[in-house]
T-cell receptor, first 107, second 115 residues
Framework: AQRVTQPEKLLSVFKGAPVELKCNYS??????LFWYVQYSRQRLQLLLR?????SIKGFTADLNKGETSFHLKKPFAQEEDSAMYYC?????????WGAGTKLIIKP | ETGVTQSPTHLIKTRGQQVTLRCSSQ?????VSWYQQALGQGPQFIFQ???????GRGNFPPRFSGLQFPNYSSELNVNALELDDSALYLC??????????????FGPGTRLTVL
């Protein structure tokens, strides 16, 4: 069965420190993966998708098919990065979501 | 350009009742997806509507039903409410449907509490 796992419910790091939000998936076939973000009092929004291979707000994510992972990374955390982050994969028309990781950036 | 809107913001119902949630899609979008998000969980796909037809459905019972109107707005109806239906219901709109993925734009959600 297709599944997305985010092992950390909460991640707290200091401003300026590197950040890595973990995401593992199970999927038979070639997955298409996404990271969504929800800032406080805002709605869910797309942060990045693996096929575009972009860096958004300093975040990058590389699809590792061998480890079935799609970890989100940023070399230097900023306070405005504090938010809820969700990893998701697409199966046909539907998104399958992880449970999310709350990222707190300490000043 | 208007974003996705949902109504009502909050709703309290009792077990066994029926509820209708509404979603107005973003201008120019023809596809609406509905999700249920329980506390502390990620969203779970309920179903998707594309050009007024159900385009796919997640693992939800038939008492969850929907509609899409000619203006692409949508309703989610839940009959015979159960306590476990308490959740945040999210609507997302996008352009086009089918198996290809186009970015979904989310509404603020409707918080449903079933007592």
């Amino acid at each position: 069965a297709q599944r997305v796992t985010q092992p950390e419910k909460l991640l707290s790091v200091f401003k300026g420190a590197p950040v890595e939000l973990k995401c593992n998936y199970s999927y038979s076939g070639s997955p298409e993966l996404f990271w969504y973000v929800q800032y406080s009092r805002q709605r869910l929004q797309l942060l990045l998708r693996h096929i575009s291979r972009e860096s958004i707000k300093g975040f990058t994510a590389d699809l590792n098919k061998g480890e079935t992972s799609f970890h989100l990374k940023k070399p230097f955390a900023q306070e405005e990065d504090s938010a809820m982050y969700y990893c998701a994969l697409i199966k046909s028309y539907q998104l399958i979501w992880g449970a999310g990781t709350k990222l707190i950036i300490k000043p | 350009e208007t974003g996705v809107t949902q109504s009502p913001t909050h709703l309290i119902k009792t077990r066994g009742q029926q509820v209708t949630l509404r979603c107005s899609s973003q201008s120019g979008h023809n596809t609406v997806s509905w999700y249920q998000q329980a506390l502390g969980q990620g969203p779970q796909f309920i179903f998707q509507y594309y050009r007024e037809e159900e385009n796919g459905r997640g693992n939800f019972p038939p008492r969850f039903s929907g509609l899409q109107f000619p203006n692409y707005s949508s309703e989610l109806n839940v009959n015979a409410l159960e306590l476990d239906d308490s959740a945040l219901y999210l609507c997302a709109s996008s352009l086009s449907g089918g198996s290809s993925y186009n970015e979904q734009f989310f509404g603020p959600g409707t918080r449903l509490t079933v007592l």
